[in-house]
């Protein structure tokens, strides 16, 4: 394992820490929802790519009414997929 592919894994990891911890009921495995601006707050990227990743299917998402929406845990996916293509 490479130098980067350890460190995209320990910010995976994190990742999912820092998730789980703001999940209300981590044991459930509850997804917490996320709106675009705060997913791509988290990853680092604009609402226009968030947009563009989820029409490409790289990121997963759901629609509550009007609003789109993606699930903490297709954010930590979403890292390790780029991670691992590297």
């Not at 350890?6 to 996320?34: F, H, I, K, N």
């Amino acid at each position: 394992m490479t130098r980067l592919e350890a460190a995209v894994s320990e910010l995976v990891a994190a990742l999912r820490e820092e998730l789980a911890a703001a999940t209300p009921d981590p044991a459930a495995g509850v997804d917490r929802l996320l709106g675009v601006d705060v997913a791509a707050a988290a990853l680092g990227i604009k609402r226009t790519l968030v947009f563009a990743e989820l029409a490409r299917g790289r990121l997963r998402s759901v629609k509550v009414g009007r609003r789109r929406l993606v699930p903490s845990s297709s954010i930590a996916d979403y890292i390790a997929d780029r991670g691992a293509g590297r």
